[in-house]
């Protein structure tokens, strides 16, 4: 528990604006805050509030979320959606998470931007590309991601890495009007090995760096600079209608 109370003091600290604001935090669950991580690994699962809040108690009481437990949409006006996910931590992938999922989807057809957070990568950049949460995401969210139109970009974790895929659609690159996802959640934690984007169709970019990914949205164009713990710009790139 004092490991918790460590990082909202830190956040508390160093997660300021420069007019004195408190940036909020929108988390999406992942496995360390599940007891054994995913519910795969549970044989007593049931698909329970209850359930829920007793094998990830800290996440639930910390975090409010509107919406579902694990999962739920924040709108901002009539140019955002951020559509949080549970990669199979305290909710499966297929199911009444993915009906849900397109129903969302559907009702924000003529938002400006529309964002999906989940943990663990549909494109990892360290694991193995038939990892089962990464191959239930593939299998169950992509084809939505797909046809909704208005879904530039999707983030992702676990890794412990840097990465940047190509513009995807229908798993295959698609340049013109792909979604691009970005990850894959290394900030204070130790990095891990990445595959080698000469030699992995879906990388275009991956580091074993720590780093924070700061987006920016100016009218229809999403501006990335992601920042390294030194200060540093590693990567920078813009995303437009047609994915420049």
């Given at each position: 528990?004092?490991?918790?109370d460590?990082?909202?003091?830190?956040?508390?600290e160093?997660?300021?604006?420069?007019?004195g604001?408190?940036?909020?935090?929108v988390?999406?669950?992942g496995?360390?805050?599940?007891?054994?991580?995913?519910?795969?690994?549970?044989?007593?699962?049931e698909?329970?509030?209850?359930?829920?809040?007793?094998?990830?108690?800290?996440?639930y009481?910390l975090?409010?979320?509107?919406?579902?437990?694990?999962?739920?949409?924040?709108?901002?006006?009539?140019?955002?959606?951020?559509?949080?996910?549970?990669?199979?931590?305290?909710?499966?992938?297929p199911?009444?998470?993915?009906?849900?999922?397109?129903q969302?989807?559907?009702?924000?057809?003529?938002?400006?931007?529309v964002?999906?957070v989940?943990?663990?990568?549909?494109?990892?950049?360290?694991?193995?590309?038939d990892?089962?949460?990464?191959?239930l995401?593939?299998?169950h969210?992509l084809p939505?991601?797909?046809i909704?139109?208005n879904i530039?970009?999707?983030?992702e974790?676990h890794?412990?890495?840097?990465?940047?895929?190509p513009?995807?659609?229908?798993?295959?690159?698609?340049?013109?009007?792909g979604?691009?996802?970005?990850?894959?959640?290394?900030?204070?934690?130790?990095?891990?090995?990445?595959?080698?984007p000469e030699?992995?169709?879906?990388?275009d970019?991956a580091?074993?760096?720590?780093?924070?990914i700061?987006?920016?949205?100016?009218?229809?164009?999403?501006?990335f600079?992601?920042?390294?713990?030194?200060?540093d710009?590693?990567?920078?790139?813009?995303?437009?209608?047609?994915?420049?």
């Amino acid at each position: 528990l004092h490991r918790w109370d460590e990082w909202f003091e830190a956040n508390a600290e160093g997660l300021v604006s420069e007019d004195g604001r408190l940036v909020p935090i929108v988390a999406a669950i992942g496995n360390h805050e599940v007891r054994r991580g995913f519910v795969g690994r549970h044989p007593d699962f049931e698909d329970s509030d209850a359930w829920r809040m007793a094998n990830a108690t800290y996440f639930y009481q910390l975090f409010a979320f509107p919406g579902h437990p694990g999962y739920g949409t924040l709108d901002f006006g009539d140019y955002l959606s951020l559509i949080i996910l549970d990669s199979e931590h305290t909710n499966r992938i297929p199911g009444r998470q993915t009906a849900w999922l397109h129903q969302a989807l559907e009702k924000r057809a003529g938002q400006r931007h529309v964002i999906p957070v989940y943990h663990v990568p549909a494109f990892p950049s360290h694991r193995g590309y038939d990892d089962t949460a990464s191959r239930l995401a593939r299998e169950h969210w992509l084809p939505l991601f797909d046809i909704q139109g208005n879904i530039r970009v999707a983030f992702e974790h676990h890794d412990h890495t840097y990465k940047r895929t190509p513009p995807i659609r229908g798993l295959e690159v698609s340049r013109d009007d792909g979604i691009v996802y970005v990850g894959d959640g290394a900030w204070g934690v130790a990095t891990r090995p990445v595959h080698d984007p000469e030699t992995t169709w879906y990388l275009d970019r991956a580091e074993s760096v720590r780093h924070a990914i700061i987006m920016t949205i100016h009218g229809d164009t999403l501006d990335f600079e992601v920042v390294s713990e030194d200060g540093d710009i590693i990567d920078r790139f813009s995303l437009g209608e047609d994915n420049e």
